[in-house]
């Protein structure tokens, strides 16, 4: 098993209204997305082909936390939580090994299915007092990814060892229009540490 994460993104857009017909003033609106750290827990196992290549599968759990905010003459506050489970494959190359050492490069593609995803949105007004809440299920599509890395990893019984393995993921656009971290920046450095299990 393992977790990962990357880090948290915050984007904030400001925009001018013009008055209209009720006000003649200007409107600034305030937008603002924040994308919590992404959690994934993982359980790999990995296939010996030779003494060199090996492939990997296994299962992953996605947890993805936004929170969008708009700010005028009122406050409109959206969060909106995914969870996924996902199917890694990829292969993995052995280019170092002495003893119980390992150090390799591992490649390969990962498809995460959605399983749950809401988002809850309340407003409020100047003085505080909410106006609106609403809780409603969301469909986000099949978010398909690759990934490039590298990992040490040291065997602690010839079956399993433990291992860390810094790898670059790159999300493809699924056009859905659910903005996630993966949206607003596909390409996201992942850290997995934890236990893999080979044979």
């Avoid at 997305?33 to 827990?41: A, R």
């Avoid at 393995?165 to 903005?179: A, M, S, T």
């Avoid at 390409?187 to 236990?195: A, R, T």
């Amino acid at each position: 098993m393992s977790y990962s994460g990357v880090n948290k993104q915050t984007n904030i857009q400001k925009t001018i209204i013009l008055g209209g017909i009720s006000s003649e003033k200007p409107q600034e609106v305030i937008k603002e997305s924040y994308h919590h750290i992404p959690i994934v827990l993982s359980l790999s196992f990995n296939k010996k082909i030779d003494e060199h290549w090996g492939l990997e599968t296994g299962f992953q759990y996605t947890y993805l936390h936004s929170d969008f905010t708009t700010i005028t003459n009122s406050y409109l506050k959206e969060t909106q939580k995914i969870n996924y489970i996902g199917i890694p494959l990829k292969g993995t190359f052995n280019i170092y090994n002495k003893q119980r050492l390992f150090v390799y490069l591992s490649t390969g593609v990962t498809l995460d299915i959605p399983i749950k995803a809401t988002s809850e949105s309340i407003a409020s007004d100047e003085s505080g007092q909410i106006t609106f809440f609403e809780k409603n299920d969301i469909h986000p599509s099949l978010q398909w990814s690759t990934n490039l890395g590298i990992g040490i990893q040291y065997q602690i019984t010839p079956s399993v060892g433990i291992y860390a393995e810094p790898n670059l993921h790159y999300y493809f656009n699924n056009g859905d229009g659910v903005k996630t971290i993966r949206t607003e920046k596909s390409f996201n450095v992942v850290l997995p540490i934890g236990i893999r299990l080979s044979w």
